[in-house]
């Protein structure tokens, strides 16, 4: 199948530094791949501000015009989000179909999603978007449509009718209701039972689902673009100590993120916020590594997940080409395929939480084997031997606050 060619649209304001433009850009171009399609051109223009009708200058219109005949062009898609007046001037000017960055990172999602929550979220995301931009467009609104931007992961053709999409974003809403409900039950289920839980988080295509699949000797998608992994993931993994925790493989951060996705996936990135502990995956090797790491503090943050303790990881250490300047501490540098630096995370995650938890030493006698069992699975063990004479195993090591598990040691 041949790709849909496509030319991009960017206008830089005073307000933007070269840098984070040219790499706006360069990100558009990697989702466009993303997305299937290849580009043949990118036009940009310097306004003080964008236009209101028409987002660029019409000297640049006929300039587009002529590129788009050219060079047969199937698609011109914006760097900017555009409103719905602009969405429409446009694709009357142009006479080819016109998306903004925002429904090509939908349109990726809607191509990603695997889970009913995730095609769910992403339905959402795509119809509350759509709704104020359907008037005077003349598109049909299909799940199944054709080319990048109109894809969707329903089943069911939507007609372009306001109150139609009203009633199904009704509808979805109620039904992520009930899997967020369902969601907490089990998150509040992994709380009662103590298990320690560690989100990876980290900018798309930083690494992140080849440490989660190194450390969990699982197979998640690995591929070198954006937006691999949507759904969630969790499995049990065991630190050197012996401790159970639960590893949670999350959806890739990126700047400029739709507003309207947030929101829909704001039960998926919950994840993030009931973690214990973060490992902030980072792509060493990557230009705008500084950038990166900003979108996902300020992300984190926009969660409420900023408090979170957290482990920076500079993943892709053998591609560093330039000098990495950490700026996030504790930091480590690894590759995800070397198994002694995955080692090394774990080893990492093990001494930072025993600089922050509790020290304990408890003389346990043979009858406790389900007490010996829990510290086991929910502590840090450092010594565990058994002692013959007194008849009594003795146990060391550090544990978290506020856990049943004190309570038990104190009786």
Same mark, same amino acid.
């Given at each position: 199948?041949?790709?849909?060619r496509?030319?991009?649209?960017?206008?830089?304001?005073?307000s933007q530094?070269?840098?984070?433009?040219?790499?706006?850009?360069?990100?558009?171009?990697?989702?466009?791949?993303t997305?299937?399609?290849k580009?043949?051109h990118?036009?940009t223009?310097?306004?003080?501000?964008?236009?209101?009708?028409?987002?660029?200058?019409?000297?640049?219109?006929?300039d587009i015009?002529?590129?788009i005949?050219?060079? %047969?062009?199937?698609?011109?898609?914006?760097?900017?989000e555009?409103?719905?007046?602009q969405l429409?001037?446009?694709?009357?000017?142009?006479?080819?179909?016109?998306?903004?960055?925002?429904?090509?990172i939908?349109d990726?999602?809607?191509?990603?999603?695997r889970?009913?929550?995730g095609?769910?979220?992403?339905?959402?995301?795509?119809?509350?978007?759509?709704?104020?931009?359907?008037?005077?467009q003349?598109?049909e609104?299909?799940r199944?449509?054709?080319?990048?931007g109109?894809?969707?992961?329903g089943?069911t053709k939507l007609?372009?009718?306001q109150?139609?999409?009203?009633?199904r974003?009704h509808d979805?809403?109620?039904?992520?209701?009930t899997?967020?409900?369902?969601?907490?039950?089990?998150?509040?289920?992994?709380?009662?039972n103590d298990?320690?839980?560690?989100?990876?988080?980290?900018y798309?295509? %930083?690494?992140?689902?080849?440490?989660?699949n190194?450390?969990?000797n699982?197979?998640?998608?690995?591929?070198?673009q954006l937006?691999a992994?949507?759904?969630p993931?969790?499995?049990?993994?065991?630190l050197?100590s012996?401790?159970?925790? $639960?590893?949670?493989?999350?959806?890739g951060?990126?700047q400029?993120?739709?507003?309207?996705?947030?929101?829909?996936?704001?039960?998926?990135?919950?994840?993030?916020?009931?973690?214990?502990f973060l490992?902030?995956?980072?792509?060493g090797?990557?230009p705008?590594?500084?950038?990166?790491q900003?979108?996902?503090?300020?992300?984190?943050?926009?969660?409420? %997940?900023h408090t979170?303790?957290?482990?920076?990881?500079?993943?892709?250490?053998?591609?560093?080409k330039q000098?990495?300047?950490?700026?996030n501490?504790?930091?480590?540098?690894?590759?995800?395929?070397?198994?002694?630096?995955?080692?090394r995370?774990?080893?990492?995650?093990?001494?930072?939480l025993?600089?922050?938890?509790?020290?304990?030493?408890?003389s $346990?006698?043979?009858d406790q084997?389900?007490l010996?069992?829990?510290?086991?699975r929910n502590?840090i063990?450092?010594k565990?031997?058994f002692?013959?004479i007194?008849?009594?195993?003795?146990?060391?090591?550090?544990?978290?606050?506020?856990?049943?598990?004190?309570?038990? $040691?104190?009786?």
């Open positions: 199948m041949s790709k849909e496509i030319l991009i649209i960017a206008v830089k304001q005073p530094d070269q840098d984070q433009f040219d790499s706006s850009l360069a990100e558009l171009q990697s989702l466009s791949d997305a299937g399609g580009v043949i990118i036009v223009q310097k306004r003080d501000k964008i236009h209101p009708a028409t987002y660029i200058g019409s000297g640049k219109i006929e015009k002529s590129l005949k050219e060079s %047969a062009i199937d698609l011109v898609i914006s760097n900017d555009l409103s719905p007046g429409r001037n446009l694709g009357s000017f142009f006479g080819v179909r016109i998306i903004d960055r925002s429904q090509l939908l990726i999602f809607a191509q990603r999603a889970t009913k929550e095609k769910l979220q992403v339905e959402l995301a795509q119809l509350e978007y759509m709704l104020p931009r359907l008037r005077g003349g598109i609104l299909s199944l449509g054709g080319g990048i109109t894809r969707g992961p089943e007609e372009t009718d109150r139609h999409i009203r009633r974003i979805i809403k109620q039904r992520l209701h899997v967020v409900k369902q969601r907490e039950q089990y998150r509040k289920r992994r709380k009662t298990v320690f839980q560690i989100a990876i988080v980290g798309t295509n %930083a690494g992140k689902s080849t440490l989660f190194r450390l969990t699982s197979n998640s998608l690995e591929e070198d937006f992994t949507l759904d993931l969790t499995r049990q993994i065991q050197p012996g401790m159970q925790v $639960l590893l949670t493989d999350t959806v951060f990126l400029d993120l739709p507003t309207s996705l947030i929101a829909a996936f704001k039960s998926t990135l919950e994840e993030v916020t009931e973690a214990d490992i902030h995956m980072v792509d090797s990557h705008n590594l500084n950038k990166q900003d979108t996902v503090l300020e992300l984190l943050k926009e969660l409420n %997940a979170i303790p957290m482990l920076t990881v500079y993943n892709k250490k053998d591609l560093i000098d990495v300047i950490p700026i501490h504790p930091h480590l540098f690894i590759s995800a395929y070397e198994a002694a630096d995955i080692n995370v774990l080893t990492t995650i093990e001494h930072l025993k600089k922050e938890w509790e020290y304990y030493a408890v $346990l006698p043979p084997g389900k010996l069992q829990q510290l086991e502590t063990i450092e565990k031997q002692d013959e007194r008849q009594v195993y003795e146990v060391k090591g550090y544990m978290r606050n506020e856990i049943p598990l004190n309570r038990l $040691l104190e009786e």
